[in-house]
C-alpha cells in the first residue's frame, strides 16, 4: 500500500530542515539546531521553541519518532528523535516538488534574460 505523502506537502521551512537534519542520523535537539546550521550555511537558524513545536508536530503526524538513543557521555535527559520511514517518504517527495520549483523558475529566468537581450 502506497501511502499519500502529497497531504503533508509543502512543507513549511521549519520542517524541511528539521527532516534534512534528521535524515543522516538521529539526533537530539540542539544536534538538529546544529545541524539545520551546518546544512545552510549559518542562513537558516532554528530556536528552541521552533524546533520543539516542530517535532512535536512531526511526531504527531507519525514523521518523526523520540528514540532511546543513548551515548554514555551523553546527558541521561537529552531525547533523541529519529526520521521515520513516513517521515523519509515526505522529505523524498518534498525534495522532488522543489526541484520542479527550481526547474520551473530556471526556464522563467532564461526566458527574462532572451527578452530582454
Known amino acids: 500500500m ?10 513549511s521551512p521549519a520542517a524541511l530542515h528539521v ?4 535524515a ?3 539526533l537530539h535537539g540542539y544536534g538538529i539546531m546544529q545541524e539545520v546550521a551546518r546544512q ?3 542562513q537558516y537558524r532554528l530556536g528552541p521553541g ?12 507519525g ?3 523520540e ?16 526520521l521515520k520511514a513516513l517521515g523519509r517518504g515526505v522529505l523524498s517527495a518534498e525534495v522532488a516538488r522543489l526541484q520542479g520549483v527550481l526547474r520551473e523558475a530556471r526556464a522563467h529566468l532564461r526566458e527574462l534574460k ?4
Open 50 to 61: 521552533t524546533l520543539y513545536d516542530n517535532l512535536k508536530k512531526l511526531m504527531l503526524q
Open 67 to 82: 528514540t532511546a538513543h543513548r551515548s554514555s557521555v551523553d546527558d541521561p535527559r537529552r531525547r533523541y528523535y529519529r
Open 40 to 42: 545552510s550555511g549559518g
Open 24 to 26: 543522516g542520523d538521529d
Open 63 to 65: 514523521l518523526v519518532e
Open 114 to 117: 532572451t527578452r530582454r537581450a
Open 19 to 22: 527532516l534534512l537534519a534528521l
Open 2 to 11: 502506497k501511502l499519500d505523502v502529497g497531504r503533508f506537502l509543502p512543507l
